[in-house]
């Protein structure tokens, strides 16, 4: 089964998510792409996805705290 928030087969291409190359390419910068996308998914959710996009954003701000936390 397709996990369209979580783990989408489109954004793993040979074994490498794409979030973790997006990581590793923006380092310490990544949080704010994670709010970018926050914002983003935030913004759309009543005109596109519902709340299947209300999730991405919390994807995206869990991964946002995270990043905060290790830097702390």
């Not at 979030?19 to 704010?32: M, Y």
């Not at 914002?39 to 009543?46: G, M, N, P, S």
């Amino acid at each position: 089964m397709t996990d369209n928030v979580n783990h989408p087969d489109h954004y793993n291409q040979y074994g490498i998510e794409c979030i973790e190359a997006i990581r590793a390419s923006l380092g310490e910068e990544f949080p704010a792409y994670c709010k970018g996308n926050v914002i983003k998914y935030l913004w759309r959710y009543k005109y596109k996805n519902g709340l299947e996009d209300l999730k991405k954003a919390q994807v995206y701000l869990n991964w946002m705290v995270a990043a905060e936390e290790e830097n702390v």
